[in-house]
């Protein structure tokens, strides 16, 4: 975090995007990590940043990734699979790497320098996979351990993080002893929200689905964020969870969710492809919010959740890239311009600003994190600056619809983090990227 940047020469600045009036010109004044009017600074900035004529947006925020599976992309039987088949091919491949701190060092690091260099400022991770309890002398350290390595990369790249303790198929007092134990260890102070006091590392906890975990994971779960004020986050509605759900409880996931406790404003849900118009007005009611990840649900065959009609139920819907497993890049943006694509497909076209308002600000609602996803005065200085010169985004009359529309594979040419230059010239301030690549092949023997 410098002590005061700012940000010069944009010819469009997005403090948000879910109205376009926010829309202006001129500087961006970052102090002490957070957007302040350009006349609180009576001091020149320690740094100048020259966007050049370019659009400066908010940092994007990828609300549902799996940081584990970038080191586990495109790999032999888990392409255009059913799940049952996807999820004995993944476990495999992660059985032969052997999960420890090592390996989730390692995926973390390439997943979010990845995320960085596409302009994604916070990361969302959905840790699900952990040792294997049966052969460790301290079940519960080692699950520390591995939340440390992924924090530890985080911080060490500038990125933010959300460390999500999941489960799947975890014994339920295990589950609860590691999330309490992670919370001890990465927030000692046990502070609001399970946020730290700077906002770059934040905590949640979060049951794979009703398809992996019964009653008792997602009430131990639900118990330690309670206790310590966490987000619950879980995945529901593909339609692998409801066949699942329908011939093991007789019941539809959302029914169960509800019953358990896991239909309440703390709570996000990935995916809702399979969802009924009922059962949206159910969501809408209960206040939680969603994550979409066409770039995992599209080439699952999972489907298009029905995003607009989720939205206009009151549902604040934010985006994600899932895992490497299903979907083999962490581009962010190139999800939202995927999301915007197939959204007809549905009948519910989405213009450009309503998706990016949902990689933005949607899912900082969903995390409950206001102060991101937007620029206005106070919010984090997170941002990114895109080039739009080039003849890709020649003859664009709307140039931040353009950033979807146009020019696939876009990538920003700065990228700062609670006022931090992370990303300079299309490339990583904060880490060596050969060395981060390095690291991973040789740790998977890829």
């Not at 940000?7 to 957007?35: I, M, N, Q, W, Y």
């Not at 999960?99 to 979010?112: E, H, K, Q, R």
């Not at 906002?199 to 992996?212: C, T």
Request: hydrophobic share 45%; aromatic share 4%; charged share 20%.
């Amino acid at each position: 975090m410098t002590g005061s940047l700012t940000l010069v020469g944009a010819s469009r600045l997005v403090e948000r995007f879910d109205h376009a009036a926010g829309d202006r010109d001129g500087t961006l004044v970052v102090r002490e990590g957070r957007v302040v009017e350009e006349a609180a600074l009576h001091t020149p900035p320690d740094e100048v940043l020259d966007a050049e004529g370019g659009i400066v947006t908010p940092g994007l925020i990828n609300a549902h990734h799996h940081l584990l599976q970038s080191g586990f992309r495109t790999l032999p039987g888990t392409r255009g699979v059913p799940m049952r088949e996807w999820l004995p091919a993944m476990a495999a491949a992660y059985a032969t790497a052997g999960i420890d701190a090592s390996l989730v060092g390692a995926t973390a690091a390439v997943g979010l320098a990845e995320s960085l260099l596409c302009g994604v400022t916070t990361v969302a991770d959905h840790q699900l996979n952990w040792p294997d309890p049966s052969v460790s002398d301290d079940p519960v350290g080692d699950t520390v351990s591995l939340a440390r390595a992924i924090a530890g990369a985080a911080a060490t790249l500038g990125a933010r993080l959300v460390f999500v303790r999941g489960a799947a198929r975890d014994a339920p007092d295990l589950a609860a002893a590691s999330a309490e134990a992670i919370v001890q260890d990465l927030l000692p102070t046990n502070p609001p929200g399970g946020t730290t006091a700077d906002g770059m590392l934040q905590l949640a906890v979060g049951p794979a689905g009703v398809h992996s975990d019964g009653a008792e994971t997602f009430h131990a779960l639900g118990e330690v964020a309670r206790r310590h004020g966490l987000r619950r986050r879980t995945q529901a509605n593909e339609q692998v969870d409801t066949e699942i759900a329908l011939a093991r409880y007789g019941r539809r996931p959302l029914d169960l969710l509800d019953d358990w406790g896991w239909l309440e404003p703390d709570v996000t849900i990935a995916h809702l492809c399979d969802v009924t118009r009922d059962e949206i007005t159910r969501l809408g009611t209960a206040g939680v919010s969603a994550t979409h990840a066409p770039g995992c649900d599209v080439p699952m065959g999972w489907g298009v959740a029905p995003v607009r009609i989720l939205r206009e139920s009151g549902i604040a819907v934010g985006l994600g890239t899932s895992g490497g497993g299903s979907n083999d890049a962490g581009h962010l943006l190139a999800d939202a311009r995927l999301a915007m694509q197939v959204s007809g497909l549905v009948g519910d076209a989405l213009p450009a600003r309503d998706v990016l308002a949902m990689a933005t600000s949607e899912g900082a609602a969903g995390l409950g994190r206001p102060d991101l996803g937007t620029l206005s005065p106070g919010a984090a200085g997170d941002f990114c600056v895109w080039d739009v010169s080039g003849v890709a985004d020649a003859g664009v009359a709307d140039p931040v619809a353009g950033l979807l529309w146009a020019r696939p594979g876009r990538r920003p040419r700065h990228v700062v983090v609670a006022g931090r230059v992370v990303v300079r010239d299309y490339r990583l301030t904060t880490s060596d990227e050969r060395a981060l690549v390095d690291t991973l092949r040789a740790r998977v023997g890829r």
